[in-house]
Structure formats: structure tokens, C-alpha cells
């Protein structure tokens, strides 16, 4: 420790600058030579009492001006004289002596009462000036060299902010991470190495140098790599892909440098770089041209990356959800071998996640995860945790002791469609329209074969500005949406238009949404699936965001003007189709519509049961067939 308090001093005084010592003696002594003469008043040496008394006696002096000090008897003294020379001042502390002298003399003299100079303000005002001056030139020349240092200092500007975690120190194993079934499968393999690197290279076998994780956000890749560490016990480094870039140039690179060379020094392990797009992105396109600080950082990541050896025991894994911005050198074999498309969990995976979140809280008899799992179709693992804790907030707010299905009912609500505004005034008017609006949607919903039952609908208005809300309840995750069921899905969009358009015989502008929806899906079907007979089985999208992804900035559509309007009288086609079509189901279960508007109306929302018995005695044809 002395050691270390010895080099802070020699440092301090390395730092230190004479120019402002010096600055601050050249302004002292400005001042005393500006304002010497007000501070401390005329030299005794160049006039004083004796020397006027003896002008006086030889007739030089022609005027005198007395300027006696306030409430003392001091003051100063200017003598006018005969001759043509400049006058002279003195100061002097009787001043009566001097009048009376003057007076016996006949020589002609004025009093000027002024007041006592202030000493204080007339000298001490402009060093303080002086002062601020100094400190403000000071501030400037330490931020300068502040920001010098910064881009000079690369021992420690440069250094890697990745975190390391020690095998014992991460807790995380892959039975924690609740469904991902082939996923943990295709890992397996990469914790068998990192265990035992001889069972491998006795064979001649090459394991992957790195595992790319990609899928959306939530999916669970990175609670993925950190088990895969967990499970080998092995040290685990990580990093954000957007914490390499800087503003200085060669930074990142620098830090790419820093962190593999720690790596291996703690081979084997594990090294993830989150969201590595951030800084692997397609390089020398999109708008602008390409960042230099960040071409450089991957060009030096790839150098890496092919640096160390094979089976050296460093494995580099990363996650992304826009695997198709990268750039194609960091893709190819011996750079990332392996890609990992990890997918939003399915009704099963959603009920083993479900039960992972809910292991520290307590749950009533009531609560039906398998249920829940069949409502939140398309939910990923970070969302399912954030309904199970909203559940938990709901439970907690109303003292219960334990977490009921009422409770996950207004959590999904919340998190899936926003947070349901009871106390909101809404006109009887404009309630009759919500609950015929909902209640057009719900019909299509039980009537149509592919689109799912009804949960639950409401004409509670919600955060996200709805006035109110239908939710079905599909039995099954499909993998592979049909033709038929993409058309039954905008008879449904269209719905709530329908019934405003049958009962009241106007429209309002509460299915803008819908209709957004159901264009955007009619266009998918013509541009993108090739599921028009007229157009082809042609692809026609053209994704206007490539420039911003990192595409070419020379983006032509794909396809002629003559095209695009044929492409938009295809779409018009199937919506109005679908429009009449959906239509004329509402007006076969016009009593329905009447019925289950009125029951909404009541209770502001119902369920399934109340929903699906107002059907009683209808025949539901299970066989509808929609073609284009």
C-alpha cells in the first residue's frame, strides 16, 4: 500500500503545470500596477505638504481642489499651478492643515465632498475577474487533455468489458430451461467436448468453433448458452455485441483483441457475444456507406476467430434475430459451423415453461396451465414469465396468499392487449357499437372450422386504445398456415365492419386496425405465398426496410408497374370475397348477433360457455369451403 500512495504522489506531481502559477503572479502584479495608485494613494516622493507650502511661497500654485474623505479627516489634494505643467495629487490625513494653509496664503481653492473610496471593491474586484478568467482557461485545458487521454489510453480504454463468470459461480443447467427439446440436443455435444476434448480428437472429429443462436427475442438464447457453460463447469465470458463500438477508431478492434487473448487463458470456455449484429453486420452497404470503427471490430473478430486453434477449447457462441443481416464471412465454416434456429415455444413447451415460472409461486386450484398455455399460441418464453410475475403484481395488489385464474386472465389481458380502462365513460351509443362490432368477430370465430373457439369477449376498453376486445382460444400450434385458413383469418378481421354495416346501416372508424390486418394478409398471400391463380406462383414482396438492415441502398422493385396494379385488383378480390362471404354467415346468425350484443351489453364481458350457448339449436356447418 505505500508503495501505491508513493506512486499517486509522483503521479500528481507529474500532472502538475506551472503556467498557471505563473498566470495567476503576472495577474497580481498587473494589478498592482494598475491600481496601485487608488489602493494605496500618491507617493509620499512625488508631492506632498512640504513641497506645496514651498511652491506656495514661490508662487507656482494658482488652484487647489480639497476632496476630503467622508467622516474622516483624510483626503487627497490637487494642485493647479501658473505655469503650464500638468497638476499634481497627493493624499494627505489632516486636511484642515492643508485648507488653512491655502486660505493664509490668498490662494483661490475649492472643497469637493467625496466619498471614502472603496478600497476593497476598486482592488480587489479585478482579481477575482482575473481569477475566473484563469479558472475558466484551466477547465478548458483539463477537459482537453482529458479527452487526449482518453483516445490515447488503450491500456485501459481498450481492454475487453466482457464478464466472466467461473464454472462454480453459474448456477444456470439445461433442465432449467423448460422446453427447446432439439436444441439442448444439438448442444449436447458441445458440452461433451468441453468435459472431455479427448474423447474427440482421438477420432480426428473438429468441434464447431462457434454456435450461432438465432430466433426472436425472448426464445430463450441466451439463458441457452449460459446452461451449455453451466453444464461443462466451465468459465463464461460475455459480452453485448454493441459494447466493442466506439467512437474511436480501432477501440473495438482493440477489445476483440483483448477478449480472446483472455479466453485463452481460461480455455477451455465459453465466450458469447449477445446480440452480435450490432457489430457483425454486412459490411460496405446500407445508408452511408459502411463505419469504419465497426468494419474494423468484425474484420478483427474474424481474424480471431480463425486465429486460434483447432480443439484449442474456446467455443464461440452468439445470438442474434437478424441472422440475415450478418455479414457472410462470419457465417461461413470455421468461423460460426453451426447455426441454431431456437422457435417459439409450442402449446407443450408453453405449459412446461409455464410451470418452470410458477415453481416459487403459489397457485390456487383453479389455475389451468395447460388452458393458459392454449391462449398465449405465439408467446415466447420471456413473455410467459412476464404473465406469471403480472399474475403475481394482480395477486399480491388485492392480499390474496395465493396466485387464482382470474388473476392470469387480467395479467394475459394486460400483457397481450393492455390494461383493461373500467373507469373510462363510453356513451350507450358507443357501447351498442363495440358489443355488435365484437360480437361480428366472435361469430366467425365459432363458426369457421380453422380459426380457433372463443375465450373471451369484451367491451371494456383497453390501454392500447381499443374499445374492447375478442379472444379465441386455439387448440393447436400450426406449423404451416393454409390458404383456407389465411382467408377465414380476414373474414374474421372483417367482421366487426360487417355487423356495424348490417345493424346500424353506418360505419364507424373502430376497424381500422382490422382492416390494416386484413390487407396485410390478402398482399402476403398474392406477393409473398403465391397463393393467386391469376398472378402465379411468382414472389412479388419487397421489403422496403432492406436499406436500414443493411442492404444495398440500390433497391429496385422486383417487378413493372403493370404488375403492382394487377397485384392490388388481386387484392382487392379476395377482401371483397371474404367481405361477402363473412357477411352473409353474420346474417344467417343475425339472432345470435342480437342476442350476444345484448348479454355484452349487460355484463360488459363474457366467456365461452356464455358465448357458445346461445347456439343452441343451430346447426353449424363445419364444412365451409372458401375459394378464390
Known amino acids: 500500500m505505500a508503495h501505491k500512495r508513493g506512486q499517486g504522489k509522483l503521479e500528481r506531481k507529474r500532472n502538475y503545470n506551472p503556467f498557471f502559477l505563473f498566470a495567476i503572479v503576472l495577474l497580481i502584479v498587473v494589478v498592482v500596477l494598475e491600481y496601485g495608485g487608488s489602493l494605496f494613494g500618491p507617493r509620499a516622493d512625488a508631492y506632498s505638504k512640504v513641497t506645496l507650502e514651498k511652491d506656495i511661497a514661490e508662487e507656482k500654485v494658482s488652484y487647489v481642489i480639497i476632496m476630503p474623505n467622508a467622516e474622516t479627516p483624510t483626503g487627497s489634494i490637487r494642485v493647479s499651478f501658473v505655469e503650464d505643467r500638468s497638476d499634481e495629487t497627493f493624499y494627505t490625513t489632516d486636511v484642515t492643515a492643508i485648507e488653512e494653509i491655502v486660505a493664509a496664503n490668498g490662494i483661490t481653492y475649492e472643497v469637493k465632498d467625496v466619498p471614502a473610496e472603496n478600497i476593497l471593491i476598486n482592488g480587489i474586484v479585478p482579481i477575482i475577474v482575473g481569477l475566473i478568467v484563469i479558472v475558466f482557461v484551466f477547465s478548458m485545458y483539463t477537459n482537453m487533455q482529458a479527452s487526449t487521454s482518453v483516445a490515447t489510453k488503450h491500456e485501459s480504454f481498450g481492454k475487453s468489458r466482457a464478464k466472466l463468470s467461473k464454472g462454480d459461480e453459474n448456477k444456470i443447467r439445461l433442465a432449467d430451461v423448460a422446453g427447446l427439446a432439439e436444441e439442448k440436443e444439438q448442444l449436447f455435444e458441445i458440452i461433451e467436448f468441453l468435459k472431455d476434448p479427448d474423447k474427440f480428437t482421438r477420432v480426428g472429429a473438429r468441434i464447431p468453433k462457434g454456435v450461432l443462436l438465432e430466433g426472436a427475442p425472448g426464445t430463450g438464447k441466451t439463458l441457452l448458452a449460459k446452461a451449455v457453460a453451466g453444464e461443462a463447469n466451465v468459465p463464461f465470458f460475455s459480452i453485448s455485441g454493441s459494447d466493442f463500438v466506439e467512437m474511436y477508431v480501432g477501440v473495438g478492434a482493440s477489445r476483440v483483441r483483448d477478449m480472446f487473448a483472455e479466453a485463452k487463458k481460461n480455455s477451455p470456455c465459453i465466450v458469447f457475444i449477445d446480440e452480435i449484429d450490432a457489430v457483425a453486420r454486412r459490411r460496405g452497404t446500407g445508408m452511408g456507406g459502411g463505419h469504419d470503427e465497426r468494419e474494423q471490430t468484425l474484420n478483427q473478430m474474424l481474424v480471431e476467430m480463425d486465429g486460434f486453434g483447432v480443439n484449442e477449447g474456446i467455443i464461440v457462441m452468439a445470438a442474434t434475430n437478424r441472422v440475415d443481416v450478418l455479414d457472410p464471412a462470419i457465417l461461413r465454416p470455421g468461423r460460426f459451423d453451426r447455426r441454431i434456429t431456437v422457435t417459439r415455444p409450442d402449446i407443450n413447451e408453453r405449459e412446461a415453461i409455464l410451470k418452470v415460472h410458477s415453481r416459487n409461486k403459489p397457485l390456487s386450484d383453479d389455475v389451468d396451465l395447460k388452458q393458459v398455455a392454449q391462449t398465449t399460441a405465439g408467446f415466447t418464453g420471456a413473455d410467459l414469465e412476464n404473465l406469471m410475475n403480472e399474475s403475481a403484481i394482480n395477486a399480491a395488489i388485492n392480499d390474496k396468499s395465493v396466485i387464482n385464474q382470474s388473476d392470469i386472465n387480467k395479467a394475459f389481458v394486460q400483457v397481450g392487449i393492455g390494461t383493461e380502462k373500467h373507469s373510462k365513460i363510453i356513451s350507450e351509443k358507443e357501447k351498442k357499437i363495440t358489443a355488435y362490432h365484437e360480437t361480428g368477430h366472435a361469430i366467425l370465430f365459432h363458426v369457421l372450422p380453422d380459426v380457433g373457439p372463443v375465450h373471451t369477449i369484451s367491451i371494456i376498453p383497453t390501454g392500447l386504445g381499443a374499445a374492447g376486445y ?107 370475397t371474404c367481405y361477402s362471404k363473412a357477411k352473409a354467415i353474420i346474417l344467417k346468425y343475425e339472432d345470435i348477433l342480437h342476442s350476444s350484443a345484448e348479454l355484452l351489453i349487460a355484463k360488459e364481458k363474457i366467456g365461452r360457455e356464455e358465448f357458445e350457448a346461445l347456439f343452441e339449436g343451430h346447426e353449424i356447418d363445419t364444412e365451409i369451403k372458401i375459394e378464390i
Open 470 to 576: 375478442t379472444m379465441p382460444l386455439p387448440e393447436n400450434d400450426d406449423m404451416f398456415i393454409t390458404k383456407s385458413r389465411m382467408l377465414q383469418d380476414i373474414m374474421v378481421s372483417l367482421g366487426g365492419r360487417i355487423a356495424e354495416e348490417i345493424i346500424f346501416g353506418d360505419i364507424t372508424t373502430g376497424a381500422s386496425s382490422d382492416i390494416r390486418k386484413a390487407t396485410m394478409a390478402a398482399r402476403n398471400m398474392v406477393t409473398k405465398y403465391g397463393m393467386s391463380s391469376s398472378i402465379g406462383v411468382i414472389n412479388y414482396d419487397d421489403n422496403e426496410e432492406d436499406v436500414f438492415l443493411g442492404y444495398d441502398i440500390s433497391h429496385s422493385k422486383k417487378h413493372s408497374e403493370l404488375m403492382a396494379g394487377e397485384i392490388d385488383k388481386e387484392v382487392k378480390l379476395i377482401i371483397d
